[in-house]
């Protein structure tokens, strides 16, 4: 589906949708983004920050300097998760991956957000990751330490916020299966599940296999939690591993 990185210089010049992702870290909002576009088998170039890029390129391209971003023609920077699954509808139509059902797509969208907005599980786990940094007075105010500060409250509100989340997926995922639906949601496949899938990297990663992630950082991104642990046993990983090698790409590449 997807073609070559290229650097955002020449990207800049190319028709077509271009995907702006972060390199060599499992960040689940850019493996999301090109999740979605693969199973909708839209074709799009892969864009990185190349060696030797300034790091304004990206400001300059897309007026912002956080990743992803979906650039498509000459049409406004998609950056958000939200304003990237409705590009992605609008150009890969089926399969969708919205219900079209309003109480279903209110409650897809209530639970994406869950994962992938603030204080959701991808940010409450970036909040733990970097509570040490956070905790410092003069956090730089050109990286995330910036951009990620928080209240000690808020960090220490991280860990329970998790298990919250993931005890809304175990309900829906118990009710779906009770129904005979084979997804979070129901019998078809939505952008939920293809987030629960990139998401839960975060808390167990995929075998060195399947992602190669270098060992020094591997058990940074997984959970030490007993309660976290006991949640994802019921479940949540079985589907993350059956949502992947059913629709998703194998191995991941970082």
């Known amino acids: 589906m ?5 650097g955002i210089q020449q990207a800049m010049d190319l028709p077509g949708l271009r995907l702006v992702l972060l390199r060599g870290m499992p960040s689940p909002w850019s493996q999301a ?20 890029e300034p790091r304004e390129l990206l400001r300059v391209w897309t007026g912002q300097d ?15 998760w939200e304003e990237i699954l409705w590009l992605a509808e609008r150009l890969g139509p089926e399969p969708s991956l919205v219900p079209r059902d309003p109480e279903a797509r209110a409650q897809m969208f209530g639970l994406a957000r869950e994962l992938c907005g603030e204080m959701g599980l991808g940010w409450c786990r970036r909040l733990m990751a970097m509570a040490p940094i956070l905790a410092k007075p003069d956090a730089s105010r050109d990286g995330l330490g910036y951009k990620y500060r928080s209240s000690p409250a808020e960090v220490a509100e991280a860990e329970v916020r998790i298990r919250e989340i993931l005890g809304l997926l175990v ?5 779906s299966r009770a129904r005979g639906g084979r997804y979070l949601l129901g019998d078809r496949l939505t952008a939920l599940d293809v ?10 990663p995929l075998p060195e296999a399947q992602m190669a992630l ?3 950082l591997r058990p940074a991104f997984t959970t030490r939690d007993a309660e976290t642990r006991a ?10 591993d059956f949502v992947y090698e059913t629709h998703l790409e194998l191995p991941v590449e970082l």
Request: hydrophobic content about 45%; some cysteine; charged content about 20%.
């Open 171 to 175: 309900d829906r995922l118990e009710a």
């Open 2 to 6: 997807s073609q070559g990185f290229v």
């Open 231 to 240: 949640l994802l046993d019921r479940g949540l990983l079985a589907h993350r």
């Open 33 to 52: 983004a090109r999740g979605i576009f693969h199973v909708k088998g839209v074709p799009f170039v892969k864009v990185h920050l190349a060696p030797g």
């Open 195 to 204: 987030y629960w899938a990139t998401f839960c990297n975060l808390l167990a």
């Open 214 to 216: 270098p060992e020094t």
């Open 66 to 80: 956080a990743y992803p971003a979906a650039m498509y023609g000459n049409e406004r920077p998609r950056t958000s």
